[in-house]
Structure formats: structure tokens, C-alpha cells
């Protein structure tokens, strides 16, 4: 069932789970047993675990709190893509019908008595059910210049799941992240997790080159040998390289010959 329903949002038919990260958040999330940590790769679905859990459920509503604005405009578009239902609460829309599963706000918003007065007055039939915090890991980054941030455990005074989105929450920031949050405690709190390890990436430290083009032939003929050892990179494709300065970016005449011997 929650297969279908992640099809039926995605409006693909031959949809499948990405991981067994995404397909275990979604069944915790209709579990509605325990908080949950869902730390995936960007890229792996973590919007689609929201949507399709979200639509099983009925007259209960999932809210999307943003800490960025991006992030609430990004989320706009992949539901508008999907044309999946939904409301954003703002201060110049602060109420909450209810009649959409999903309701989006900014996380600034939430500091505001409009926002705790609108979730006190939905309807009697519907149920504020679950939290989602997109972009978790920003309640630790970003603690010491955005007030707000103080304020994260007080999302709790409301009786629901609490979910926390992130690609990049090591496993030494869980407790901080558990006190910020005010996550349930203990085995109540579930953390899925899914290597982030990105293969196709290679850093080689700042060096001083005497000759520029030789030192860029050779380092474009070590990133597709390397490619192709990890089988990342076909011929046919390209790899992309970051200079220091504009003066290294002159030379790509350089890069383009390197490339193609390559």
C-alpha cells in the first residue's frame, strides 16, 4: 500500500523505493509509533516519504516547517509538479482550513502567536499529526545568529510525530539535535540512516603549479582514470572542475585539450 501511494504521488506507475532508508521512513511514519531522524542523500526522495505517507492518511495534516525560505518555495514546486494538495500558512494567510494534507510554513512563522492560535483552532475533526523539519541540521549551523532557533522544542506543545529531514547529520550531533528538538526519548526516537558517501567526488589539496597546463592535463587524466575505475564517469560524459581564481579559469583551452585526450 505505501508503495502505491508513492506512486500515485509521484504519477509514475513503475516507481520504486530509492532506498530501504525511504521505504522504512514511510512505514514509520503511518506506524506513528515513534519521532524519527531520516537522514538520506540529497536526491533520494526525502519529500516523497512526505507525500506518500501524508496521502494515507485521512482528516489528519502534515506540516512542513522550513527554516529557509528556499526550502519553502523548492517545496511548492516538487508539489505543484506532482499536483499534490496543499496549503502554506503565512502572515498574510494565517489560517488553516484543514482541507489540505499538507501545509507548509516557515519556521520564523512558527515563533508567532498566529501560528499557535490557527493550529488551536482547527476543526474538531482534524488532527495536527505529524511535524516534519526539513533541513534539520540547520538548528545546530545556524543556532547562534537566528533567535529562533532557541525556540525549536516549543514545535512539541502540540501532540504529534515529529520528523527531522537532513542529508548531513553526523552521528555525534544526534544529541544536541535530541535536546533542541525535544525528540521522545530513548528507543521513541527512530534515526534511519543511509550512507551519504559520494564516490564521484575527488579533493586534491591547493597547489602551487609552475606550469599550469601540465599540472591540468595531469590532474584531468587522474579524475578519469579514477572514474572509470568506479565506473562513475563514461567516456561520453563529462566531469566538472573548480579553479581557484579567475587567472586558472583563462587557461581552459587547457582543460579542453586535457579532457579529450583523456
Not at 531522524?37 to 519529500?47: A, D, E, F, Y
Not at 517545496?75 to 501545509?103: H, K, M, N
Not at 579514477?226 to 572542475?241: E, V
Amino acid at each position: 500500500e505505501a508503495l502505491m501511494a508513492l506512486r500515485t504521488v509521484l504519477n509514475r506507475q513503475e516507481a520504486e523505493w530509492t532506498n530501504e532508508g525511504q521505504k522504512r521512513a514511510v512505514l514509520a511514519c503511518l506506524e506513528w509509533k515513534r519521532d524519527l531522524v531520516v537522514i538520506l542523500p540529497t536526491g533520494s526522495g526525502k519529500s516523497a516519504i512526505i507525500m506518500a505517507a501524508a496521502s494515507l492518511e485521512d482528516l489528519k495534516v502534515t506540516v512542513v516547517v522550513c527554516p529557509l525560505k528556499s526550502l519553502l518555495v523548492d517545496w511548492c514546486r516538487r508539489l505543484d509538479e506532482v499536483q499534490f494538495s496543499y496549503e502554506v500558512f503565512s502572515t498574510a494567510t494565517p489560517t488553516l482550513t484543514g482541507q489540505a494534507r499538507i501545509v507548509l510554513v516557515s519556521l520564523d512563522t512558527t515563533d508567532q502567536k498566529q501560528w499557535q492560535r490557527a493550529v488551536a483552532c482547527l476543526r474538531e475533526e482534524i488532527t495536527l499529526n505529524r511535524l516534519v523539519i526539513d533541513e534539520a541540521h540547520l538548528a545546530l549551523t545556524e543556532s547562534s545568529y537566528r533567535a529562533v532557533m532557541k525556540h525549536l522544542a516549543e514545535l512539541r506543545a502540540h501532540r504529534c510525530q515529529l520528523v527531522l529531514l537532513s542529508a548531513t547529520i553526523p552521528p555525534t550531533a544526534l544529541p544536541d539535535l535530541r535536546t533542541k528538538f525535544n525528540l521522545a526519548e530513548g528507543r521513541h526516537t527512530e534515526v534511519i540512516r543511509a550512507t551519504s558517501n559520494r564516490p564521484e567526488l575527488y579533493f586534491s589539496p591547493p597547489t602551487i603549479f609552475k606550469e599550469f597546463g601540465k599540472e591540468v592535463s595531469r590532474l584531468c587524466h587522474h579524475t578519469a582514470t579514477r572514474a572509470a575505475q568506479c565506473q562513475l564517469l563514461p567516456r561520453n560524459k563529462h566531469s566538472l572542475h573548480y579553479t581557484y581564481t579567475t587567472r586558472h579559469h583563462r587557461h581552459s583551452p587547457h582543460w579542453q585539450r586535457a579532457l579529450h585526450a583523456s
